[in-house]
């Protein structure tokens, strides 16, 4: 197996996407700890890998405090002998547009996402730096990061902030031979359930059949277990050489995101004057403005499921 001897940590993955991961890594060979804030959803989690035949043990915590992040780490190495890879997967959502999200909000959510993946990653990287282990670090971002969304102003702001790490971090632990990416996950979850857009793929995933074609491949939108292979290759031997990437991942879709690259560059001696730019700007850059946010396609006829979501 890939894997086979490694031990990881998966942050939020009694349920959904970190519960698809914790399985594939496990699957692969890898001894998993579960974290979650619920301890019957850890313990489902934990006992739904040892009945495959995997190992796996819980930790019932909420991430973002540096207690949390030290205790998975702990665990890990006291259960297991080792630590070698991290998933940092956590994540609460408090939608709202801007002018009603309150402080405690934007502070949760920034708390769990950003202060959550920063605070595990910085105990994950001591101990890889302090063991000379060649780790692998994987953050999950979103779309949203990528692009924004409306109502999201606190989980954007995370997901993007969380890229620019997994950058930084990349470049400070390159001599150490650890490898930070980061994944952009399209798929089913409790966020998109409620969607109605997404109602035919959501139904389909359900009932356990596949879903149609146009999700699949015309928007990149799967299940969670089309993620989590890419998980587990990011966690290998054969990933040594990928790291501050975004990846993204959906259905029968990858895709590398670039990184932020002016697309216009132009100079005018002396600077840019308020009067100058009055009077170029927008023959310069106003056919090339950058969009926001993602337009999805039509929905097909037989895929309707809501007018509202054409």
């Known amino acids: 197996m890939t894997l086979d001897g490694k031990v990881a940590i998966v942050t939020g993955s009694g349920q959904g996407l970190g519960l698809a991961y914790a399985h594939e890594l496990a699957r692969q060979g890898a001894a998993v700890v579960i974290n979650d804030v619920s301890a019957d959803a850890a313990r489902a989690a934990v006992d739904a890998i040892t009945a495959e035949g995997g190992r796996a043990v819980a930790v019932v915590a909420p991430v973002g405090p540096s207690d949390t992040a030290r205790e998975l780490v702990r665990t890990a190495v006291e259960t297991y002998g080792r630590l070698d890879i991290l998933v940092t997967n956590a994540g609460i959502l408090r939608d709202t547009v801007l002018w009603k999200m309150s402080d405690d909000d934007f502070d949760a959510v920034i708390g769990v996402h950003l202060r959550g993946t920063f605070t595990c990653v910085r105990e994950a990287a001591i101990h890889f730096r302090k063991t000379q282990t060649a780790g692998r670090i994987i953050c999950i971002g979103s779309p949203t990061g990528q692009r924004g969304n409306f109502g999201?102003?606190?989980?954007?702001?995370?997901?993007?902030?969380?890229?620019?790490?997994?950058?930084?971090?990349?470049?400070?632990?390159?001599?150490?031979?650890?490898?930070?990416?980061?994944?952009?996950?399209?798929?089913?979850?409790?966020?998109?359930?409620?969607?109605?857009?997404?109602?035919?793929?959501?139904?389909?995933?359900?009932?356990?059949?596949?879903?149609?074609?146009?999700?699949?491949?015309?928007?990149?939108?799967?299940?969670?277990?089309?993620?989590?292979?890419?998980?587990?290759?990011?966690?290998?031997?054969?990933?040594?050489?990928?790291?501050?990437?975004?990846?993204?991942?959906?259905?029968?879709?990858?895709?590398?995101?670039?990184?932020?690259?002016?697309?216009?560059?132009?100079?005018?001696?002396?600077?840019?004057?308020?009067?100058?730019?009055?009077?170029?700007?927008?023959?310069?850059?106003?056919?090339?403005?950058?969009?926001?946010?993602?337009?999805?396609?039509?929905?097909?006829?037989?895929?309707?499921?809501?007018?509202?979501?054409?």
Do not use: C
């Open 152 to 310: 999201q102003t606190n989980y954007g702001a995370a997901k993007a902030g969380i890229v620019g790490m997994v950058r930084t971090w990349a470049m400070e632990l390159k001599k150490a031979e650890v490898t930070v990416n980061a994944v952009i996950p399209v798929a089913a979850t409790a966020m998109t359930a409620t969607v109605p857009y997404f109602a035919a793929a959501v139904e389909a995933d359900a009932a356990g059949d596949q879903m149609p074609a146009f999700f699949r491949h015309d928007l990149g939108f799967g299940t969670a277990d089309d993620v989590a292979g890419l998980i587990a290759y990011l966690a290998s031997d054969d990933a040594a050489g990928v790291t501050g990437q975004a990846i993204g991942i959906g259905g029968d879709r990858l895709q590398l995101w670039s990184h932020p690259e002016a697309v216009i560059t132009e100079y005018r001696e002396g600077g840019w004057t308020f009067d100058a730019l009055e009077e170029s700007f927008g023959e310069l850059f106003g056919g090339r403005l950058q969009s926001v946010g993602e337009a999805f396609p039509p929905l097909p006829d037989e895929l309707r499921r809501d007018p509202a979501a054409s």
